[in-house]
C-alpha cells in the first residue's frame, strides 16, 4: 500500500518534533574526585603534619620527630609511608612542627625555624625549647609557640613576646592582606598584628580545636569538638551560631585548599559545597583511617588528608561521562569477565586485587544480561568493534546457560568447571552436566529470566550481525516456547517449578492486589511474551499473551498504581505477607528491565500509551532515589520528565573504586532520617554515590551502613554503571563528549 506524501511528511516531521521534545545532558568536563591511599607500615608515633611543596614533594611529621614521605601508591593500589633519608643531616634536628612557606618546606625543632629551600639561609632559633606550632608571616617573619608562650621573631631576633591571657594556643594563622596572625587557644582567638605587635581578643567561646582564616582573609572559620563556627573578620562578630548540621561534629582539623572549606575529624573528613552540604570523605575508599589530625593542599589538583593510619590524597581530575565509561570498561574487561560473564572479584586481601577470584553468582546470567544491554547500546550508538566483540563473548555464556542443562529451553544459572561444587555457592543447587568437565547451577529465578530476555530483545533489534541477531531470536524463542509448554512455569530439572519462575493466574492471581508480586509478574510475562511475538511472528505468544490480559486480568494488574503496593492484608495467607514485608528493590530492577520489552515491543499503540502510563507512576515512586538506570529507562517512553539532572548526578557521583569498603553514614547529623516505613527509605534525601556503599539496582539505594566489610571483593562496572550511562548514549538523552 503506497502512503500518501501528506502522512510520509506528517512522519517525518513528528519524528523530528518526537526527537526534540526530551532534554539531553551535554557530557562535559566535571571534576572526579578518588582517592590515593597511603598506609602507615611501621610504628613511628603520632601522625602530626603533612605538607606538599611546589615541586610535588610530600613530607609528613611525627610526634617521634622523624619525616616520612609517600611510597608506590596510585589508584587502587595503596603505597605505604617510609622515612624520610633524603636530606639526612637533618636526623640532628629534633623536629616538633613541619609547615610551608612560599610553597616551600620549613621546620621547627626545639631551637629554630629553619629550611633546606633559599640555600638554607633561613634559621631562626626562637628560644623555646618545648615548642610545637608555628607560623610563617611577611618577609620571613614566624610566630612560634610551646601552648603557652608566643614569639614572634625574625633572623633570630625577637619582634614581640607574649602569652593568651588564661589559656593555651592550639594553632595560628597568618592574615596576608591584614599583615596580622591569628591565634586560636581553646576558649578565645586574638590577633597579633605585625607592625603594632597587639595582641587583641576578638571572640571568646569554648572547646575550640582548629582553624583556618578563609574568603580571601575576609572569615575566620573555628573547629570545636562540637561544631564548627564562622567570624567576620571586618565587623569582629561571630556569624549566627555554631554549626553542628555536618556529617560529624568533633572536628580537629580545617584549612581552606584552593577556595574550597575542608574539615577533618574524628569521623573522617568532609569539605563545604556551594550548596551548603558536605562531600564527605570516610571509610577506607577515602581514607586509610577516619580519625583526621591534618589537612593541607596536595600537588596537582589534590588534598591531603592526614589521619593517624596513613594518608589519604583525595585528587581531582577532569573527566567526562565518556571517558568514565572508558575507564569502567577497562576494569571490566581486565578483571570481570569469568567464562564470558560479567562477575565480582572476591576474596581479596583488603582491596588488594591482585589476590582475589572471579566469584560464581546466583545471577550471574542476570548481571551478564545487563552487561550485555550496555555494550549493545554501545555498539549501536557508536559502532565500536569492540563493543561488538564483548556482545559475541557475553552471548557465548548466556546461550550456553540453555545449552548445558538437560531441559529444553530452561537456562542454568551459571556453570563452572567440574569438581568444585563445595567450594561454590549454594553448593546444593548444583548439577553435573552431561560433560564431564562441567556442573551447573539449578533453581533459576524470574529476575534470569527477564533479563535475559531484555538483552536478547535488544540485541535482536540492534544488532546488525545476521548470526547474533538469528541466535538471540532463537533463544527468546527457546526460553518463552518452555514457559508456554509448561503451562506459564519454568520447570527445573527435577520436573518441578522453580521458586519464583511462576507465571500462570493460578500463582499470579493469588496475590492481594496490593501486593507487589501480583503487579509484578504479570507486567514481567506481557514485555517477555510480547518480546517473542515481536521477533518470531508465532501466534501462540501473542494468543498466550492477550488470554492472560483479557481472561486472566494481567492488564488490570500491571497498570495497578504503585502507589497501592503495600502490605498483605490480615487474611492473605504466609506467603503473601512474607513477600509485601517491605519494598523489594529487586522487583524494581526486575520491572524496568522488563519495560524495556514491554514499552518498546507493545502490541499496539494503545497498549503502548498504557504502558507509558505504567512506567512513568513507578519512576514517581522512585524518583527519591535518584537512581540513574531507572531514570534513563523511563526516558525510553519519549517522557520531557524523567530527572535526566539525576541520572547525570548518579553517573557522576559514583566512585571509581568500586571495591566493597565498610561504609557509615547513620551516625551524621546532617541528615534527616524518616521513621520506619514500608518503602525502606531511611533519609529524606538519598546520599551521593560515593558517599555509600557499592550496590546494585537491586539494593536499597537509603541504606546507610555497609558493616564488617575490608574491601574483600570489587564489583563489575557492567551492570552497575556501563548499563545506564551506554543506554543514555543511545537514546540521545546523554550527549557524546563535549571537549
Given at each position: 500500500?503506497?502512503?500518501?506524501?501528506?502522512?510520509?511528511?506528517?512522519?517525518?516531521?513528528?519524528?523530528?518534533?518526537?526527537?526534540?521534545t526530551q532534554?539531553?545532558y551535554q557530557d562535559?568536563?566535571?571534576?572526579?574526585?578518588y582517592s590515593i591511599k597511603?598506609?602507615?607500615d611501621?610504628?613511628?608515633?603520632?601522625?602530626?603534619?603533612?605538607?606538599?611543596?611546589?615541586n610535588?614533594?610530600?613530607?609528613?611529621l611525627t610526634?617521634k620527630?622523624?619525616?616520612l614521605?609517600?611510597h608506590d601508591g596510585?589508584?587502587?593500589?595503596?603505597?605505604?609511608?617510609q622515612?624520610d633519608n633524603?636530606?639526612?643531616?637533618m636526623k640532628?634536628k629534633?623536629?616538633t612542627a613541619?609547615g610551608?612557606?612560599q610553597?616551600?618546606?620549613?621546620?621547627?625543632?626545639?631551637?629554630?625555624?629553619?629550611a633546606?629551600?633559599?640555600?638554607?639561609?633561613l634559621f631562626?632559633?626562637?628560644g623555646l625549647p618545648n615548642a610545637?606550632?608555628?607560623?610563617?608571616g611577611?618577609?620571613?617573619t614566624f610566630l612560634?609557640?610551646?601552648?603557652?608562650s608566643?614569639?614572634?621573631?625574625?633572623?633570630s631576633k625577637?619582634?614581640w613576646?607574649?602569652?593568651?591571657p588564661g589559656?593555651e594556643?592550639?594553632a595560628?594563622r597568618?592574615?596576608?592582606g591584614?599583615?596580622q596572625?591569628?591565634v586560636?587557644?581553646?576558649?578565645?582567638l586574638?590577633?597579633?598584628s605585625?607592625?603594632?605587635?597587639k595582641l587583641t581578643?576578638?571572640?571568646?567561646g569554648?572547646?575550640?580545636t582548629?582553624?583556618?582564616v578563609?574568603?580571601?582573609?575576609?572569615?575566620i572559620?573555628v573547629?570545636?569538638?562540637?561544631?564548627?563556627?564562622?567570624?567576620?573578620?571586618a565587623?569582629?562578630k561571630q556569624?549566627g551560631a555554631i554549626?553542628?548540621?555536618?556529617p560529624?561534629t568533633?572536628i580537629?582539623?580545617?584549612?581552606?585548599?584552593d577556595?574550597?572549606l575542608?574539615?577533618?575529624?574524628t569521623k573522617?573528613?568532609?569539605?563545604l559545597?556551594?550548596d551548603g552540604?558536605?562531600?564527605?570523605?570516610?571509610g577506607?575508599?577515602?581514607?586509610?583511617g577516619?580519625e583526621?589530625t591534618?589537612?593541607?593542599?596536595g600537588?596537582?589538583?589534590s588534598v591531603?588528608?592526614?589521619t593517624?593510619?596513613?594518608?589519604?590524597q583525595?585528587c581531582f581530575k577532569?573527566?567526562?561521562?565518556y571517558?568514565?565509561?572508558v575507564f569502567?570498561d577497562?576494569?571490566?574487561r581486565s578483571r570481570?569477565?569469568?567464562v564470558?560473564f560479567n562477575s565480582?572479584?572476591?576474596?581479596m586481601?583488603k582491596?588488594n586485587l591482585a589476590t582475589g577470584?572471579?566469584?560464581?553468582s546466583?545471577?550471574d546470567?542476570?548481571?551478564?544480561?545487563m552487561?550485555?544491554g550496555?555494550?549493545?547500546f554501545?555498539?549501536?550508538a557508536?559502532?565500536?568493534?569492540?563493543?561488538?566483540?564483548n556482545c559475541?563473548?557475553?552471548?557465548d555464556?548466556?546461550?550456553?546457560?540453555y545449552?548445558i542443562?538437560?531441559?529444553p529451553?530452561?537456562?542454568?544459572?551459571?556453570?563452572?568447571?567440574?569438581?568444585h561444587m563445595k567450594e561454590l555457592?549454594d553448593?546444593?543447587r548444583?548439577?553435573?552436566?552431561?560433560?564431564?568437565?562441567w556442573?551447573?547451577?539449578?533453581?533459576?529465578?524470574s529476575?534470569e529470566v527477564i533479563?535475559?530476555?531484555?538483552?536478547?530483545?535488544?540485541?535482536?533489534?540492534l544488532?546488525?550481525d545476521?548470526?547474533?541477531?538469528?541466535?538471540a531470536i532463537?533463544?527468546i524463542?527457546?526460553?518463552?516456547?518452555h514457559?508456554?509448554?509448561?503451562?506459564?512455569?519454568l520447570?527445573?530439572f527435577?520436573?518441578k517449578?522453580t521458586m519464583?519462575?511462576?507465571w500462570n493466574?493460578?500463582?499470579v492471581n493469588s496475590?492481594?492486589?496490593n501486593?507487589?508480586?501480583r503487579?509484578l509478574?504479570?507486567?514481567n510475562?506481557?514485555s517477555m511474551?510480547q518480546t517473542?511475538?515481536?521477533?518470531?511472528?508465532?501466534e501462540?505468544?501473542k494468543k498466550?499473551?492477550l488470554?492472560?490480559?483479557?481472561k486472566h486480568?494481567y492488564?488490570?494488574?500491571?497498570?495497578?498504581s504503585m502507589n497501592e503496593?503495600?502490605?498483605?492484608?490480615?487474611?492473605?495467607d504466609?506467603h503473601?505477607k512474607h513477600m509485601?514485608?517491605?519494598?523489594?528493590?529487586s522487583?524494581?530492577?526486575?520491572?524496568?528491565?522488563?519495560?524495556w520489552?514491554l514499552?518498546?515491543?507493545?502490541?499496539?499503540?494503545?497498549?503502548k500509551?498504557k504502558?507509558?502510563?505504567?512506567i512513568?507512576?513507578?519512576?514517581q515512586?522512585?524518583?527519591?532515589?535518584?537512581?540513574g538506570a531507572?531514570?534513563i529507562?523511563?526516558a525510553l517512553?519519549?517522557?520531557k520528565e524523567f530527572?535526566l539532572?539525576?541520572?547525570a548526578?548518579?553517573?557522576?557521583e559514583h566512585p571509581?573504586?568500586?571495591i566493597?569498603?565498610s561504609?557509615?553514614?547513620?551516625?551524621r547529623?546532617?541528615i534527616?532520617l524518616?521513621?520506619?516505613?514500608f518503602?525502606?527509605?531511611t533519609?529524606?534525601?538519598?546520599l551521593?554515590?560515593?558517599?555509600?556503599r557499592?550496590?546494585?539496582h537491586n539494593?536499597?539505594m537509603?541504606?546507610l551502613?555497609?558493616?564488617g566489610r575490608?574491601?574483600g571483593?570489587?564489583n563489575s562496572?557492567?551492570?552497575i554503571?556501563l548499563l545506564?550511562y551506554?543506554?543514555g548514549?543511545?537514546l540521545?538523552?546523554i550527549s557524546?563528549?563535549?571537549?
Amino acid at each position: 500500500m503506497r502512503t500518501p506524501l501528506y502522512s510520509f511528511l506528517f512522519v517525518i516531521f513528528s519524528s523530528v518534533c518526537y526527537a526534540q521534545t526530551q532534554p539531553v545532558y551535554q557530557d562535559k568536563p566535571y571534576w572526579q574526585d578518588y582517592s590515593i591511599k597511603f598506609y602507615a607500615d611501621k610504628p613511628n608515633g603520632d601522625l602530626l603534619d603533612v605538607q606538599a611543596d611546589r615541586n610535588g614533594a610530600i613530607q609528613i611529621l611525627t610526634s617521634k620527630g622523624d619525616l616520612l614521605h609517600p611510597h608506590d601508591g596510585q589508584f587502587l593500589y595503596p603505597g605505604t609511608l617510609q622515612p624520610d633519608n633524603t636530606y639526612r643531616f637533618m636526623k640532628d634536628k629534633k623536629l616538633t612542627a613541619l609547615g610551608s612557606y612560599q610553597q616551600q618546606f620549613v621546620y621547627l625543632s626545639d631551637q629554630v625555624v629553619f629550611a633546606n629551600a633559599w640555600a638554607g639561609k633561613l634559621f631562626s632559633t626562637h628560644g623555646l625549647p618545648n615548642a610545637k606550632l608555628f607560623q610563617g608571616g611577611a618577609d620571613f617573619t614566624f610566630l612560634v609557640s610551646d601552648g603557652s608562650s608566643l614569639n614572634l621573631l625574625k633572623d633570630s631576633k625577637s619582634l614581640w613576646k607574649g602569652s593568651l591571657p588564661g589559656d593555651e594556643t592550639v594553632a595560628i594563622r597568618y592574615q596576608p592582606g591584614a599583615n596580622q596572625f591569628w591565634v586560636l587557644g581553646k576558649k578565645s582567638l586574638y590577633t597579633l598584628s605585625v607592625s603594632g605587635a597587639k595582641l587583641t581578643k576578638v571572640l571568646d567561646g569554648a572547646g575550640f580545636t582548629a582553624f583556618d582564616v578563609t574568603n580571601q582573609g575576609k572569615k575566620i572559620i573555628v573547629g570545636t569538638n562540637d561544631g564548627y563556627l564562622e567570624f567576620d573578620v571586618a565587623t569582629k562578630k561571630q556569624v549566627g551560631a555554631i554549626r553542628q548540621k555536618l556529617p560529624w561534629t568533633e572536628i580537629t582539623a580545617v584549612a581552606e585548599v584552593d577556595g574550597k572549606l575542608w574539615f577533618g575529624s574524628t569521623k573522617g573528613a568532609f569539605a563545604l559545597r556551594p550548596d551548603g552540604k558536605f562531600d564527605y570523605y570516610n571509610g577506607e575508599r577515602w581514607l586509610p583511617g577516619d580519625e583526621v589530625t591534618h589537612i593541607s593542599k596536595g600537588p596537582k589538583n589534590s588534598v591531603l588528608i592526614l589521619t593517624k593510619a596513613g594518608l589519604g590524597q583525595i585528587c581531582f581530575k577532569q573527566m567526562t561521562l565518556y571517558d568514565k565509561a572508558v575507564f569502567f570498561d577497562n576494569q571490566v574487561r581486565s578483571r570481570h569477565i569469568r567464562v564470558g560473564f560479567n562477575s565480582t572479584l572476591d576474596r581479596m586481601e583488603k582491596g588488594n586485587l591482585a589476590t582475589g577470584y572471579l566469584d560464581d553468582s546466583d545471577n550471574d546470567g542476570l548481571w551478564t544480561a545487563m552487561y550485555l544491554g550496555g555494550e549493545i547500546f554501545r555498539y549501536a550508538a557508536t559502532k565500536d568493534p569492540e563493543a561488538l566483540q564483548n556482545c559475541r563473548e557475553s552471548l557465548d555464556a548466556m546461550e550456553r546457560l540453555y545449552t548445558i542443562t538437560p531441559v529444553p529451553g530452561f537456562p542454568a544459572r551459571s556453570f563452572e568447571r567440574s569438581g568444585h561444587m563445595k567450594e561454590l555457592s549454594d553448593s546444593e543447587r548444583w548439577q553435573h552436566a552431561s560433560d564431564k568437565e562441567w556442573d551447573w547451577k539449578s533453581t533459576t529465578s524470574s529476575d534470569e529470566v527477564i533479563g535475559h530476555i531484555f538483552a536478547f530483545g535488544a540485541m535482536a533489534e540492534l544488532i546488525p550481525d545476521k548470526n547474533l541477531k538469528s541466535r538471540a531470536i532463537t533463544l527468546i524463542d527457546t526460553l518463552m516456547s518452555h514457559i508456554i509448554s509448561h503451562d506459564m512455569y519454568l520447570i527445573d530439572f527435577d520436573g518441578k517449578p522453580t521458586m519464583w519462575g511462576k507465571w500462570n493466574p493460578t500463582y499470579v492471581n493469588s496475590f492481594p492486589t496490593n501486593v507487589g508480586d501480583r503487579k509484578l509478574n504479570s507486567s514481567n510475562i506481557t514485555s517477555m511474551l510480547q518480546t517473542a511475538y515481536h521477533f518470531t511472528k508465532k501466534e501462540k505468544y501473542k494468543k498466550k499473551l492477550l488470554e492472560l490480559m483479557q481472561k486472566h486480568g494481567y492488564l488490570t494488574n500491571q497498570m495497578r498504581s504503585m502507589n497501592e503496593i503495600g502490605k498483605a492484608p490480615a487474611d492473605a495467607d504466609e506467603h503473601a505477607k512474607h513477600m509485601s514485608d517491605g519494598w523489594n528493590h529487586s522487583d524494581d530492577e526486575m520491572y524496568f528491565v522488563g519495560y524495556w520489552g514491554l514499552y518498546r515491543y507493545a502490541l499496539n499503540d494503545t497498549l503502548k500509551a498504557k504502558y507509558k502510563q505504567q512506567i512513568i507512576d513507578h519512576w514517581q515512586a522512585e524518583r527519591p532515589e535518584k537512581e540513574g538506570a531507572w531514570n534513563i529507562f523511563t526516558a525510553l517512553t519519549g517522557t520531557k520528565e524523567f530527572d535526566l539532572n539525576e541520572a547525570a548526578w548518579y553517573l557522576r557521583e559514583h566512585p571509581l573504586d568500586l571495591i566493597d569498603w565498610s561504609i557509615q553514614n547513620s551516625h551524621r547529623k546532617d541528615i534527616e532520617l524518616l521513621p520506619e516505613n514500608f518503602r525502606r527509605q531511611t533519609t529524606k534525601e538519598v546520599l551521593p554515590p560515593d558517599e555509600r556503599r557499592i550496590q546494585r539496582h537491586n539494593a536499597n539505594m537509603f541504606d546507610l551502613d555497609r558493616k564488617g566489610r575490608s574491601g574483600g571483593s570489587e564489583n563489575s562496572a557492567g551492570d552497575i554503571w556501563l548499563l545506564p550511562y551506554w543506554m543514555g548514549r543511545y537514546l540521545g538523552v546523554i550527549s557524546a563528549p563535549v571537549k
